[in-house]
């Protein structure tokens, strides 16, 4: 897990959806740093990257907001089984369109910090993600995990690091890309989200007496839209909704690095 990452050109943040693609627009990035397409030492070096994505398991995935990650001091965001549906944050993304901005990892408080006695972001070892006997994380999703797939955060939005951004959908991802970067990573394109918008998300029971996630969208339009993208075909050839198509495209695989010196 713990293993270096040589390439001609140190990477000191990845991040992006894994699909052959070119000639998409990039996220805008800080002075000094360049994006570019993952090359094939970086899927060689991650090849759950190559994999079709569990769109369906994804989109009935949650986020919980139990202490100490609730989202609010009082009311329904502190319930006990509270928490938030992918479903609903990826509708919203949707619904409103935004590119993913390049952010510091330093800004970002995310799962498992603060949990069962977890250090957080003053930990520089990320000590947090280092879970070998998987009593935190879950061994099956942390082995299907592409970490070049961007993840979802809040700014503004309560957590125990009282840092500027909270992490809504993408804990196993940024752990394994710490962990087998040797915390490397400093910046990493992310689908933001502000504090009202997150908090409008928040329902009272996500419990497996509850009704289940919403449905209103369809996982097989994410994996058509996915396909559409793999094999390179062009606007009109297949039926795709052109939402989804444009959201999957704004997930598309980047890898920042460091710009060479102007001579």
């Not at 070096?45 to 994999?51: F, S, V």
């Not at 995935?61 to 100490?68: A, G, L």
């Not at 069962?116 to 009593?135: I, M």
Request: glycine share 4%; aromatic share 8%; hydrophobic share 40%.
């Amino acid at each position: 897990m713990h293993l270096w990452f040589r390439c001609q050109a140190r990477i000191l943040a990845i991040a992006g959806l894994c699909l052959l693609c070119s000639g998409q627009a990039l996220p805008a990035v800080p002075a000094g740093w360049m994006l570019t397409r993952p090359q094939k030492q970086d899927l060689t070096k991650w090849p759950e990257c190559n994999r079709q994505p569990n769109f369906e398991r994804w989109l009935r995935s949650f986020h919980t907001v139990q202490k100490p990650w609730h989202l609010a001091l009082d009311g329904v965001a502190s319930e006990e089984d509270s928490c938030i549906w992918i479903h609903d944050v990826v509708e919203m993304l949707l619904r409103k369109p935004r590119d993913p901005k390049v952010i510091s990892v330093l800004e970002v408080c995310h799962k498992p910090m603060h949990h069962q006695g977890s250090s957080g972001l003053e930990d520089a070892t990320g000590s947090y993600c280092d879970d070998p006997d998987f009593d935190v994380m879950d061994e099956g999703r942390w082995e299907r995990a592409c970490p070049l797939v961007p993840g979802i955060v809040a700014e503004g939005a309560l957590n125990p690091c009282a840092s500027r951004f909270r992490m809504i959908d993408g804990r196993h991802r940024i752990c394994k890309l710490k962990m087998e970067t040797n915390m490397a990573i400093s910046h990493a394109p992310f689908f933001v989200l502000n504090e009202t918008e997150v908090l409008s998300l928040v329902v009272p029971n996500c419990s497996e007496d509850s009704a289940g996630p919403p449905t209103k969208l369809r996982w097989e339009d994410f994996e058509d839209a996915w396909h559409h993208i793999l094999n390179d075909r062009q606007a009109g050839e297949t039926r795709v909704d052109s939402v989804v198509l444009e959201f999957v495209r704004a997930s598309l695989p980047t890898v920042l690095r460091r710009a060479p010196e102007e001579l």
